[in-house]
C-alpha cells in the first residue's frame, strides 16, 4: 500500500458544499485535512448553481424546515437544529460575503455569484491547511483493518492508481444532476458491487414535457403564467410557471410535478363564486371566454390554456369556465433528463446508513462517512439544497471529530 499522506489525516472525496464543509469543520479542530476532487477545479455544481444568482437557504423557522425535505424526517429535524439557516448565513458572512433576503423569502449572496463565495471559501481552507487534489476519481474504499478508510484513486489524465489509509474518510460524491459527460455516473456502482442499496437517480427541480398544441406555442412560447398554485399528490406550491417548446418549468412543477395530471389555480386569492360574480357583472354581450379575459385580469398564457386547451362547450359555459380557472388539469407526461435538472432524487439508501453516535456513518464501513446530495433525499429549489448539504457537511465533521475521540470547535 502507498501513500504519501500521513494516516492520522481525513480524506474528503469531493469539493461540493458537503464535502468544503467537512473539510472547514475538521481543519478548524487542528485535524489534517485532503480533498480529492476528480474534476480539474471546486464546486463545479455550485458555480452552476449559482451562475445567475446563488440561492443560500430559505426563511423558515428551524422547527418547519425539515418540512421541505424527503427522507426521514427526525434526521433533517436534528440536522437543522445543529447547523441552522442561522449559522449558515453567519458563516458565509464571516468569510467577508455579504448576504440579502429577497422578497421570495430566500437569502443570496449580495454579488448574486457562487465564484466570489467559493473563493474566499477556499482560501480559508488554504490557510487552514487544507490539501486539494485535483484529477483524482474515487475506484473504491473500504474500512482500514486498525481503523479508519482506505481509498483507491485514479487520475483522470494519467490512468495511475494510487491506495491511501486515512484515520477516517468522509464521501461526498454529489447527486446525479449536470453529469453530461459521465450518464450513467460511475461512484454508484462502487456502491452495488458491495451489495448496498442505491435508489436510482430521477431528475428533480426539472421541468415536465407537456403535448402543447401547436396555434398554444406558436402565440405564447416563453411567456409567463404569473401567480399560479400547482396541486398534485406531493402537495401544493405557488409561484409562477414558463411555457417552453417542450412543456413547462418553473418552482411549482419543481416542487409538485408529476407524471399524470396535475391541477392549476389560476386565481388563487379568489373563489369560484367571487369569480363568477365578477364575470357577471360585466353588462355588454359578451362570450364567457371574453368576459373571463375582459374582468379576471389573467395573463398571456393563462389565456391560452383556456382558449386552446378547453373543449368549445366548456368556453361556452361562463360556470364551468370559471371552474376551470380555479382547477385547470394539466397532464404532464416525462420529466426532462438529468442532464438538464437542478437536483436529483435518489441515491445511497437510508438503510445504508447510521450507527449510534454517528447518523451519517456506513453501516457496513465503519470510518466511512456520507454527507450530501448522495444520499437518498431531495429538495425543493430556493436555497434549501445547498442548505442541507453544508448543514450534513458539518455534521459529518463533527462525527468524524467524536470517531478519533476530539472535540468540534463550535466556531461557525
Given at each position: 500500500?502507498?501513500?504519501?499522506?500521513?494516516?492520522?489525516?481525513?480524506?474528503?472525496?469531493?469539493?461540493g458544499?458537503?464535502?468544503?464543509?467537512?473539510?472547514?469543520?475538521?481543519?478548524?479542530?487542528?485535524?489534517?485535512?485532503?480533498?480529492?476532487?476528480k474534476k480539474?477545479?471546486?464546486?463545479?455544481k455550485l458555480?452552476?448553481?449559482?451562475?445567475?444568482?446563488?440561492?443560500?437557504?430559505?426563511?423558515?423557522?428551524?422547527?418547519?424546515?425539515?418540512?421541505f425535505?424527503?427522507?426521514?424526517?427526525?434526521?433533517?429535524?436534528?440536522?437543522?437544529?445543529?447547523f441552522?439557516?442561522?449559522?449558515?448565513?453567519?458563516?458565509?458572512?464571516?468569510?467577508?460575503i455579504?448576504?440579502?433576503?429577497?422578497?421570495?423569502?430566500?437569502?443570496?449572496?449580495?454579488?448574486?455569484?457562487?465564484?466570489?463565495?467559493?473563493?474566499?471559501?477556499?482560501?480559508?481552507?488554504?490557510?487552514?491547511?487544507?490539501?486539494?487534489?485535483?484529477?483524482?476519481?474515487?475506484?473504491?474504499?473500504?474500512?482500514a483493518?486498525?481503523?479508519?478508510?482506505?481509498?483507491?484513486?485514479?487520475?483522470?489524465?494519467?490512468?495511475?492508481?494510487?491506495?491511501?489509509?486515512?484515520?477516517?474518510?468522509?464521501?461526498c460524491?454529489?447527486?446525479?444532476?449536470?453529469?453530461?459527460?459521465?450518464?450513467?455516473?460511475r461512484?454508484?456502482?462502487?456502491?452495488?458491487?458491495?451489495?448496498?442499496q442505491?435508489?436510482?437517480?430521477?431528475?428533480?427541480?426539472?421541468?415536465?414535457?407537456?403535448?402543447?398544441?401547436?396555434?398554444?406555442?406558436?402565440?405564447?412560447?416563453?411567456?409567463?403564467?404569473?401567480?399560479v398554485?400547482?396541486e398534485?399528490?406531493?402537495?401544493?406550491?405557488?409561484?409562477?410557471?414558463?411555457?417552453?417548446?417542450?412543456?413547462?418549468?418553473g418552482?411549482?412543477?419543481?416542487f409538485?410535478?408529476?407524471?399524470?395530471?396535475?391541477?392549476?389555480?389560476?386565481?388563487?386569492?379568489?373563489?369560484?363564486?367571487?369569480?363568477?360574480?365578477k364575470?357577471?357583472?360585466?353588462?355588454?354581450?359578451l362570450?364567457?371566454?371574453?368576459?373571463?379575459?375582459?374582468?379576471?385580469?389573467?395573463?398571456?398564457?393563462?389565456?391560452?390554456?383556456?382558449?386552446?386547451?378547453?373543449?368549445?362547450?366548456d368556453?361556452?359555459?361562463?360556470?364551468q369556465?370559471?371552474?376551470?380557472?380555479k382547477?385547470?388539469?394539466?397532464?404532464?407526461?416525462?420529466?426532462?433528463?438529468?442532464?438538464?435538472?437542478?437536483?436529483?432524487?435518489?441515491?445511497?439508501?437510508?438503510?445504508?446508513?447510521?450507527?449510534?453516535?454517528?447518523?451519517?456513518m456506513?453501516?457496513?464501513?465503519?470510518?466511512?462517512?456520507?454527507?450530501?446530495?448522495?444520499?437518498?433525499?431531495?429538495?425543493?429549489?430556493?436555497g434549501?439544497?445547498?442548505?442541507?448539504?453544508?448543514?450534513?457537511?458539518?455534521s459529518?465533521?463533527?462525527?468524524?471529530?467524536?470517531?478519533?475521540?476530539?472535540?468540534?470547535?463550535?466556531d461557525?
Amino acid at each position: 500500500m502507498s501513500s504519501g499522506i500521513q494516516k492520522s489525516s481525513v480524506a474528503i472525496i469531493g469539493s461540493g458544499p458537503a464535502g468544503l464543509m467537512a473539510a472547514t469543520v475538521l481543519a478548524r479542530a487542528g485535524v489534517s485535512v485532503d480533498i480529492f476532487e476528480k474534476k480539474t477545479g471546486p464546486g463545479r455544481k455550485l458555480l452552476i448553481a449559482g451562475s445567475s444568482g446563488l440561492n443560500i437557504t430559505y426563511d423558515s423557522p428551524v422547527e418547519k424546515f425539515a418540512e421541505f425535505y424527503t427522507g426521514p424526517r427526525d434526521f433533517f429535524d436534528q440536522l437543522f437544529r445543529e447547523f441552522s439557516s442561522e449559522d449558515w448565513i453567519k458563516f458565509i458572512e464571516n468569510l467577508g460575503i455579504a448576504t440579502f433576503k429577497g422578497t421570495s423569502r430566500r437569502y443570496f449572496v449580495e454579488t448574486m455569484k457562487a465564484s466570489l463565495l467559493l473563493k474566499a471559501w477556499t482560501s480559508e481552507l488554504d490557510r487552514l491547511g487544507v490539501r486539494v487534489h485535483f484529477d483524482q476519481e474515487l475506484v473504491d474504499f473500504s474500512t482500514a483493518a486498525g481503523g479508519g478508510g482506505v481509498v483507491r484513486l485514479r487520475s483522470g489524465s494519467s490512468g495511475e492508481e494510487s491506495v491511501h489509509e486515512f484515520s477516517a474518510v468522509c464521501l461526498c460524491l454529489g447527486g446525479g444532476s449536470w453529469e453530461k459527460k459521465e450518464n450513467p455516473l460511475r461512484w454508484p456502482e462502487i456502491f452495488m458491487r458491495k451489495g448496498m442499496q442505491f435508489v436510482p437517480f430521477q431528475s428533480s427541480n426539472v421541468g415536465f414535457q407537456v403535448a402543447w398544441p401547436e396555434k398554444l406555442l406558436t402565440e405564447v412560447e416563453g411567456q409567463p403564467i404569473k401567480n399560479v398554485v400547482l396541486e398534485s399528490s406531493r402537495g401544493k406550491r405557488s409561484g409562477d410557471l414558463v411555457i417552453t417548446s417542450y412543456g413547462i418549468e418553473g418552482t411549482p412543477v419543481y416542487f409538485a410535478g408529476i407524471e399524470g395530471v396535475v391541477y392549476l389555480d389560476l386565481k388563487p386569492d379568489s373563489s369560484v363564486e367571487a369569480l363568477l360574480e365578477k364575470c357577471e357583472r360585466v353588462r355588454e354581450n359578451l362570450s364567457p371566454m371574453r368576459r373571463v379575459k375582459k374582468v379576471l385580469n389573467l395573463g398571456e398564457g393563462a389565456l391560452a390554456l383556456l382558449f386552446h386547451m378547453t373543449s368549445p362547450s366548456d368556453r361556452g359555459d361562463l360556470r364551468q369556465l370559471v371552474s376551470l380557472v380555479k382547477r385547470f388539469p394539466l397532464e404532464l407526461l416525462a420529466r426532462q433528463p438529468l442532464t438538464e435538472s437542478i437536483s436529483s432524487s435518489g441515491g445511497l439508501s437510508w438503510n445504508e446508513i447510521g450507527v449510534d453516535g454517528y447518523p451519517l456513518m456506513l453501516r457496513r464501513k465503519p470510518g466511512v462517512f456520507v454527507a450530501g446530495e448522495m444520499i437518498d433525499w431531495d429538495a425543493p429549489t430556493g436555497g434549501f439544497l445547498i442548505q442541507a448539504c453544508v448543514s450534513q457537511g458539518v455534521s459529518a465533521g463533527r462525527q468524524i471529530l467524536k470517531y478519533l475521540g476530539m472535540n468540534a470547535s463550535r466556531d461557525k
